[in-house]
């Protein structure tokens, strides 16, 4: 079974400052993909940035990088210029086929993100 | 594209009635959607793997009888609580599988609000 840690229950930021959130995960697949989703208070579950595990080179979406150390197991988030509207929860989940004929995603408990004007 | 709804988004009612909350994707078709079940300040707790024309698959400890899980089309699952408790109220999310940019993942609905009275 796969597990997800978040180890930062909370976080805050500057505005325009940068902040990074912290996930590891286990694992024995070889194949699998890990998300970063945001929940802000209206609880859109909302894709903030995806990393295939057989991709070496970090993923990158505007101001949303990830840092993927896959032997470490490591996939942490880093918001650059943080801007009021990234309060919210953020989920790092581990997403991989569940050998029942479908793809399973396995969340970590989250960590809420302040973000300080 | 891939856009998940729910209806309703918000539902009370009394205790010992049954609720139904449906789960569409509105422009594209799902063999697999997915119902989880979020307490507050919590993460998403999978309850049910819903495939097209077959049985769901439900999670341990999550009663069967209880919430009935239907997906009869490709575009439609539905879940029913029976018999509601407020032990049941919680934020109830769907999600649909598909693909995007050539990766599997999941779209989620924007979840549906049950107040058991």
């Known amino acids: 079974a796969q597990t997800v840690t978040q180890s930062q229950p909370e976080m805050s930021v500057q505005e325009a400052e940068t902040v990074t959130l912290s996930c590891t995960y286990d694992t024995s697949e070889s194949d699998y993909y890990l998300f970063w989703y945001k929940q802000p208070p209206s609880r859109q579950m909302i894709l903030v940035i995806r990393q295939e595990a057989y991709k070496q080179q970090n993923a990158t979406e505007n101001r949303f990088s990830v840092n993927f150390q896959k032997a470490a197991k490591s996939f942490s988030l880093k918001i650059s210029d943080s801007q009021l509207g990234d309060a919210a929860m953020y989920f790092c989940?581990?997403?991989?086929?569940?050998?029942?004929?479908?793809?399973?995603?396995?969340f970590g408990k989250g960590t809420k993100l302040s973000v300080i004007p | 594209g891939a856009v998940v709804s729910q209806h309703p988004s918000r539902v009370i009612c009394k205790s010992g009635t049954s609720v139904k909350i449906e789960c569409r994707s509105l422009d594209f078709q799902a063999t697999t959607m997915f119902w989880y079940r979020q307490f507050p300040k919590q993460s998403l707790m999978l309850m049910a793997t819903?495939?097209?024309?077959?049985?769901?698959?439900?999670e341990q400890g999550v009663e069967k009888d209880k919430f009935l899980i239907n997906h009869a089309s490709l575009t439609l699952s539905t879940l029913t609580v029976t018999s509601a408790h407020p032990e049941d109220s919680s934020f109830y999310i769907c999600?649909?599988?598909?693909?995007?940019?050539?990766?599997?993942?999941?779209?989620f609905g924007p979840g549906t609000r049950l107040t058991v009275l």
């Open positions: 819903s495939n097209e024309g077959s049985k769901a698959t439900y």
């Open positions: 989940a581990f997403h991989a086929y569940s050998g029942a004929g479908s793809y399973q995603l396995t």
């Open positions: 999600s649909a599988d598909g693909t995007a940019a050539g990766v599997n993942e999941q779209f």
